[in-house]
């Protein structure tokens, strides 16, 4: 749950102006993705014309491939028996192979201590991406870019909290969850980036999130009350 | 504020800075006075105190020393809590800069604004937040009053009642009977009974399977009925039996000492008896005027302040507001408006308009748990209802034990919330 949002906030930054794109979001920023490939992953992959296996294998068409799945590279047991049960390469199971490899796949071989920052890897799946099939050219190819929850105008997104109207407004919410950021059952809400979050409540009030609690307090938020919370449990998130 | 020391909880430098800071400022701050520190009261006393920084005296007047939660003592006795996990201390409050004095209000003098103790102190007030809770009408149950509760709990306040009836329960003799007297409308937390005979039938379902449950009600209908039903038949078959008051269930009458209760001219032998009385406001409300003959005490929607004194809020369940149920969930809700409010008035802060809202879950059976809930706002009279919710009936497991896990995730955040 976590994950994934963190992975729309920092990609959503980096939105389109193009009005027509407004739901989709591209994956990250493939220009510095490339930066962060050449230093992260080329001693031991190669991607892009000619790439061979080397100490790794290439990762030319990775998205939506098996696991495990060149039958001319010798990959750990761990990855091929995932293969098996299969484990496919898509934006998800890339995107947390890459943030600590042995959290997906115990037994791998892939001596990688991880890429922790969400924004980082964001840009270098960007990068690979596009050394995998499109799909103006393959239409069931993996989309190469993610769909925002909701459809927000830019108006909406940049409206500016009211601090002090959230601050009101958060004690409704802090019934539930804990202003320490605290989370066991019910998820912490302290620190989100504001966008994050408003994008969730509009999910929640527009009914495309299915929890009834949420649904019915996003109800009668208002755009201007979603931000001023946005804002409230963005500062509280910094003291 | 002629307080004493010794009726100061929390650290000495504690109490020394709160009794020395408006004499040192060379002014004196408003003052707040808040009767109760139950989920109302503490919640309110909290947010003052934290929101003006300071600028608010506020003093919290609460007899007990840890706050046993009502909410989840039904998970006690089904065995699903501890007992200790209930209580909550005030410390916390106290560091947030609150008076808190552990004595019993025994009076209000609206004319003078000070509130009587037992101690026979008085404390002057600019704003007074009044949230007892409840008190049972006296003969509601003929053959009841508080003087039997050993003898047939009613473990509907917090504290060690809950205990005892657990203790009936467990010692029980085999294949025994447990009577549940229900309470009329209006009572705090609608689904409560319906919840704990879910709790009673999953302990004795373990340990003395051929013992039956009665339930005797007075209400033709109850919150979550359909929930409770479908999982009395699902995880308790045969196990429980409700009256309700087309078989006399508003016609009940116990005799404690003989573990009796005769429904409906009908003498019945029971074992265990959990008696829940007809509520009213606690009493203070009444000693304060603050209550009509309802026996609640009536509010305006918009900020819960008494209709027969503008310096006075009553919220939780002593307070007649309309639409919410009396919840702790509720409770909280409205004192964070009253918060506002008082704050607003005595510092010039911000207010902003009254929303409310309030969700129930209760535990049916291991991880089988259900939710109510709604929002509300301020109509022309009272609290209205504005959207509503309520689990399903057939939902699956998976579900279920989702909201079982909210409920913890709830119960954790609302405790931290006030005592954290
Ligand atoms: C079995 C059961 C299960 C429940 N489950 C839930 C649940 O799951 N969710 C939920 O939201 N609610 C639940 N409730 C309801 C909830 O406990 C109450 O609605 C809530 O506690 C009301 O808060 P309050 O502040 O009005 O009163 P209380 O929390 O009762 O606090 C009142 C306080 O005032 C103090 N007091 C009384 N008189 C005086 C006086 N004269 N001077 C000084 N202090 C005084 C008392 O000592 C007490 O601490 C449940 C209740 C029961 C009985």
Redesign the pocket.
């Known amino acids: 749950m976590k994950q994934p949002l963190k992975l729309l906030f920092c990609i959503g930054a980096l939105l389109a102006p193009v009005q027509t794109v407004a739901q989709a979001i591209p994956i990250g920023d493939a220009t510095a993705g490339a930066e962060i490939y050449r230093r992260e992953c080329a001693s031991c992959h190669q991607i892009g014309d000619g790439a061979q296996h080397r100490i790794g294998p290439h990762l030319n068409r990775i998205f939506d491939r098996g696991a495990g799945s060149h039958d001319d590279f010798r990959y750990s047991e761990a990855l091929l028996r995932q293969g098996r049960d299969g484990l496919r390469w898509d934006l998800r199971r890339l995107d947390a192979y890459i943030e600590n490899p042995r959290a997906l796949v115990s037994g791998t071989r892939m001596s990688y201590r991880g890429l922790s920052d969400p924004e980082r890897r964001a840009d270098l799946i960007a990068y690979m991406r596009a050394y995998s099939d499109q799909p103006q050219n393959i239409p069931e190819a993996a989309p190469t870019a993610r769909g925002r929850e909701v459809n927000l105008s830019a108006e909406i997104l940049s409206i500016e909290g009211d601090i002090e109207y959230g601050e009101f407004l958060s004690s409704e919410c802090t019934t539930c969850h804990q202003r320490s950021g605290d989370h066991a059952g019910i998820p912490g809400i302290v620190g989100w980036p504001e966008e994050d979050f408003v994008v969730a409540m509009h999910a929640y009030k527009q009914k495309l999130r299915p929890h009834e609690v949420m649904q019915s307090v996003a109800q009668r938020l208002d755009e201007e009350e979603i931000a001023a919370l946005a804002a409230y449990f963005r500062e509280l998130g910094r003291e | 504020m002629k307080l004493k020391r010794r009726s100061f909880l929390g650290t000495a430098t504690l109490a020394t800075a709160s009794l020395s800071a408006p004499a040192l400022m060379g002014q004196t701050r408003p003052r707040v006075v808040v ?7 503490g919640t309110v006393a909290r947010y003052i105190a934290k929101d003006s920084n300071g600028a608010v005296d506020v003093t919290l ?4 020393r840890r ?1 046993y ?6 998970l006690y006795l089904g065995g699903f809590w501890e007992y200790d996990a209930l209580g909550h201390d005030y410390g916390n409050i106290a560091r947030t800069g609150v008076n808190v004095v552990h004595d ?3 009076g209000v003098d609206r004319d003078a604004q000070t509130v009587a103790l037992a101690s026979g102190e008085r404390v002057p007030y600019d704003r007074l937040v009044v ?4 008190d049972f009408v006296e003969g509601s149950v003929p053959g009841w009053d508080v003087s039997q509760q050993s003898l047939m709990p009613h ?4 504290g060690t009642q809950v205990q005892l009836l657990k203790h009936q329960i467990e010692t029980m003799r085999e294949g025994g009977l447990f009577v549940m007297v229900a309470p009329p409308n209006p009572y ?2 609608p689904p ?1 009974p319906g ?2 005979v879910c709790m009673v039938a999953h302990m004795l379902a373990q340990s003395n399977p051929s013992a039956k449950i009665l339930v005797v009600d007075p209400k033709e209908t109850y919150s979550k009925q359909a929930l409770f039903e479908e999982g009395w038949e699902r995880h308790y078959p045969g196990m429980v039996t409700r009256i309700g008051p087309d078989f006399g269930g508003e016609n009940v009458e116990v005799r404690p000492e003989e573990m009796e209760v005769i429904i409906d001219g009908m003498v019945e032998k029971a074992d265990v008896v959990n008696v829940i009385p007809a509520q009213k406001a ?3 409300a009444e000693l304060a005027g603050l209550t009509n003959d309802t026996g609640w005490a009536p509010v305006r929607p918009g900020d819960m302040r008494s209709t027969m004194d503008e310096n006075i809020f009553v ?4 307070s007649h507001q309309g639409a919410m149920p ?6 909280n809700s409205q004192a964070k408006v009253v918060a506002n409010v008082i704050r607003g008035e005595l510092t010039g802060s911000r207010i902003f308009p009254a929303r409310y809202s309030n969700t ?3 535990l049916i059976a291991t991880d089988d748990g259900v939710k109510v809930g709604a929002t509300y706002e301020p109509g022309a009279e009272q609290i209205e209802s504005v959207t509503s919710f309520i689990s399903q009936t057939g939902e699956d497991a998976d579900l279920r034990r989702q909201t079982y896990e909210e409920s913890i995730g709830w119960y954790n955040g609302i405790v931290a919330d006030i005592f954290g």
């Open positions: 009767i109760g520190g139950g989920s109302g009261g007047i609460e007899p007990s706050y939660t009502c909410y989840f003592s039904n019993w209000a025994v949230a007892p809770g409840i473990a509907y306040k917090s705090r937390c409560g919840e704990r606690g009493k203070i919220l939780g369940d002593a009396k919840s702790g969930f509720s409770a129930c879950w209760s």
